[in-house]
Structure formats: structure tokens, C-alpha cells
């Protein structure tokens, strides 16, 4: 498939295997280790690169894992690895600072980290303490020379707030052309073209209509493989778990929508990233829960290119996301070329791993309606960032005058589907808010579930987990309670 792109200062125009990833494609075709190669599973950092987009406010650089990310997406981006922060034969001032802090010592994780760190220092040139630590949430470094990598990114930070100088050195001369360049790119052209841009395999649709026509007219569509950010299917491709056959890549779909509020109703389109989610202020205002779980999911560039959508359509029972969907009543909006059908989330999960999606369709949106209520979202897990739940949980309660008027709650890691705990529920409703009436709700709830024992949890740990919710859910509420 022949793509497009700009990588560092050069314009690339390669015949690529769609099937690559961007990380083997920089490596071994263009020669740029610093792009370093470890876990191959989006779990280390030491392979993030920038990706640069026009956006309408500009370019838009995010850091991404260069290992889960299809080479044929680059078309029409910016990319740049550690080769092409600096100019000629100056260090960065981020890759100088690492240098005077002692931030690189054996060096493996040091060029995802720096690319991490420039990501952030292109959106923000001062950044706080937490959005340093924040940036670097995806990155591991062996030696664990943290501490001194945090430093090297502090100094920047503090050289930039004494001499504004600096700042015009964050950026590569270079850089200020590219939005130009790109904008002489041309459209992903197939000259096979026959539904929709392919090529072995790999079909890359416009919009629904090419979309609904591969769907409709592929032989086997048991044999087809959805993807959007490809975070969740790479890493088993990766890991040589999976071997999809065929791929129908979602992510130029042009009907495909981010975000927008409407009629009581916050829409989320299946365009939209994790970080468009944690970033917009509405979804924060509206249902601080479900902000909560994004906030604690993967990483930063995981975030960058997850989609909402694809989470609640891995219908895995940990995935984060969908306890406090639930508990906010969203539901799922299914297109297909017959039209488009609207499935409650509660009755999307047939099995384990197996929703109500036909084959001949895909998920346009998630809806939430806006209703007033409180909500709190809880994850157990054995490190805060870049791990998957043992139990999560999300609870959405209405309280009138101290009682509890309806209350939903949904836990992860405790089934083979995503579990309503409808005793605790149903007990909780309409009694008075107080201790003695929430710590009866955590025996009810420790007793309502049966979860299995594996390596993240035996079954009695898991139960005291949900018990052990209950109590942290309603202490987070509690002041809100008697407003
Ligand atoms: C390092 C790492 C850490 C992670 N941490 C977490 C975590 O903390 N919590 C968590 O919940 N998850 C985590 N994940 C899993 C994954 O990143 C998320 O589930 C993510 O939201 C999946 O979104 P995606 O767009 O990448 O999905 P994809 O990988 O593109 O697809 C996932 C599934 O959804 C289907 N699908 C995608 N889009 C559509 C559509 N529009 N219509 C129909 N079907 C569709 C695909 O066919 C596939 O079955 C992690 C993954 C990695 C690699
Ligand atoms: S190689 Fe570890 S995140 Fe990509
Ligand atoms: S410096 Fe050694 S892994 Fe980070």
C-alpha cells in the first residue's frame, strides 16, 4: 500500500505492508534505532515516537507507541523520532537536561521518555509536577533512575519560566514548514481500488458506505477483524495470540464524530480517543466517574490512540470503562446498511468476550444521558498506571433527602461479563444514608458475587475487593451526600 508521510525532515513515499507495525517499519526499513524495541505490547514506553496532525487549532503532536501502531496510518502525518527534535548537531535542551541530571543510564527507555517529555513540552512549556508525571505514565525505566528524570524534566521546565527564550528552542527549526507540506500530501490512493483502499488483506473504507460494502460482500465475515486505535487487537497479534485474516482499519471513516452534547445527551463517536474523553470538559462536568476510569486506564500514549469504543467493544470484563457506563445508563449505538439500532449497555454483553454486534455492522457511538446523580468509580489493580483491574466498580446513586432514591452498581473482574450487583442495589434503595446501612451493602455485595481465583486474585480476595468498594464508594460520596 503506498503511503505518504513526513518523517523527521524528509518527505517518504513507501509501498509498505499494511500488516507492519510503525516500529519495524522505522527500524528496519529506515534505519532509525533509536526507536527501541522491548516488550512489543505498549507496556514499556521505550518505542514511543511523536505524531504530529493538522488539526483546526494547528499541528498536534501526541506521543504514541510505535509498536501496536500500523505503519499504512502514518499516511499524511508527521513523524519524529529522537533523530529529528534537535537541529544539526545540538542536543535538544529536553535531551541536555537528561544528560546533566544523569536521567540515562543504560539508555533503553531513554528515547520513549524524551519523546514523551517533547509531546508535552509542544503543548505546554511549563508544565506542573503532575502533568510531568503524567506524560511519563507509560514509561518504564529499568535502571529506575525516575527521580532523576524527573529532574531533567523540571529544569526544562524552570529554564523556560526564567528565559522565554528557550521555548523557540523546543521546537526544530524545521518544523514551522510542515503544516504546508503536508497539506500537499494527497489522498491514500489505491489504483486497485475496488471497495475501499486495500491491499493484502487490509481494507482501509472512507466512510460507511465502503464500509457497509465490504461488510456485505466479503465471503467469510467471521474472517473479519474491526479495528480502531489497535491497542487492544495489536498487542495479541504481536504476541502471536491472533492472526487476523482480514482487516477493516475504521480509522478514516469520515462520519465517524468525537464529541458533542445534544438533547440531555453527551454523545461519544467512535472517532474519539481515550485522551479525547479524559481532555473534554463536558464528559468531566457531566460524569466524573466515567473521567475517573479513563484517567486510571493504560497510559498516556495508549490513551492517544484508544478509542472509547473500542473498549466497550473488547466487551472484556475488566475493561474500565464499563462500569461506570453502566451505572450511567449509556447505550450503544449499532449501525448497519439496514440502519441504525440503539442496544441498552446492560444488554451488550452476551458472553464472555461476545457482544450484540452483528457482522454485518459496527458501532457508530456511545450515548449517556445527563442525569443527575452522584457517581464514583474505584479500581483495584497492582500498580496505579499501565495495569489492568483485579476488581473495578462503578456506582451511580439519586439521593432525595438522605435517601437513597435509585442506585446502580456494576463491578468488573468478578465475572465472565461485566456484573450488576442487584441485591446491593436493590437493598440499598430507599434506606437512609449511614454507616451501619454501607456496611451491610459490602457484606451483601462480597456475597452476591462468585468470582473465579486466577493469578491476578483468589475468589476471597476479590470479594473482599468488592466489599472493601463499597465502603471507599460511599466515603468518596459521603460529604455530597447531605448537600
Ligand atoms: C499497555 C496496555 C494497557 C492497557 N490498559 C488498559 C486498562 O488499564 N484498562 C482497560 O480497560 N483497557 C486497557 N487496555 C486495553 C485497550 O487499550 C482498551 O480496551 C482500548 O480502549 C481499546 O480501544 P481500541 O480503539 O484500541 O480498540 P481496538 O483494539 O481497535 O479494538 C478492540 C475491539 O473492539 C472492536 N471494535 C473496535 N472498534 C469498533 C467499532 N467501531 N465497531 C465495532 N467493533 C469495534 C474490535 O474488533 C476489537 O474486537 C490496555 C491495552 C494496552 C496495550
Ligand atoms: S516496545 Fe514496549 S511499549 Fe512498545
Ligand atoms: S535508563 Fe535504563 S532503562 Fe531507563
Known sequence: MKISFYLNRDLVHADVDPHLTTLVYLRESRGLTGVKESCNEGDCGACVIALGERTEQGMCYHAVNSCLYPVVRLHGKHVVTLEGIHDADELHPLQAAMENEHGAQCGF???????????LFLRNATPANEDILQALDGSLCRCTGYASILRAARS???????????E???????????????DSIDELIDENRKLAVAARDYFIPEDLHELFEILENVDNPSKLTLISGDTDIMVGVNL??????????????????????????????????????????????????L??????????????????VGNVCTASPIADAIPPLLAYGATVVVQSIK????????????????????HDEVVVAIEIPIIDCLAS????????????????????????????????????????????AEMTSEFLTGKEAGEAVIYEASRI???????????????????????????????????????
Open 168 to 182: 523557540n528552542h523546543l521546537t526544530p527549526a524545521y518544523f514551522s514548514g510542515i503544516p504546508e507540506r503536508l
Open 377 to 420: 468509580f474505584e479500581k483495584t489493580g497492582k500498580r496505579k498506571t499501565l495495569d489492568i483491574a483485579t476488581v473495578n466498580s462503578a456506582l451511580a446513586v439519586q439521593v432525595m433527602k438522605g435517601h437513597f432514591e435509585t442506585v446502580r452498581l456494576f463491578f468488573g473482574g468478578v465475572a465472565a461479563v461485566p456484573f450488576e
Open 240 to 289: 502471536g495470540k491472533f492472526q487476523p485474516q482480514k482487516i477493516v482499519d475504521l480509522h478514516r471513516i469520515r462520519e465517524f464524530t468525537c464529541i458533542s452534547r445534544d438533547n440531555g445527551l453527551i454523545t461519544i463517536g467512535a472517532r474519539a480517543t481515550l485522551s479525547d474523553v479524559l481532555d473534554n470538559e463536558e464528559v468531566r462536568r457531566s460524569f466524573p466517574a
Open 156 to 166: 526544562v521546565a524552570a529554564q523556560v519560566r526564567m528565559d522565554e527564550d528557550i
Open 291 to 308: 473521567t475517573e476510569a479513563v484517567r486510571q486506564m493504560c497510559s498516556t500514549p495508549i490513551r492517544n490512540v484508544a478509542t472509547l
Open 109 to 119: 527507555c531513554t528515547s520513549g521518555i524524551i519523546l514523551s517529555l517533547f509531546c
Open 445 to 483: 455485595a462480597a456475597k452476591e458475587i462468585s468470582p473465579l481465583s486466577d493469578v491476578r486474585g483468589s475468589l476471597e480476595f476479590r470479594r473482599q475487593l468488592a466489599a472493601n468498594h463499597i465502603i471507599k464508594h460511599f466515603t468518596k460520596l459521603m460529604p455530597s451526600l447531605f448537600e
Open 339 to 358: 440502519g441504525t439500532r440503539q442496544v441498552p449497555l446492560r444488554d451488550w454483553f452476551k458472553s464472555y468476550r461476545k457482544t450484540a454486534l452483528g
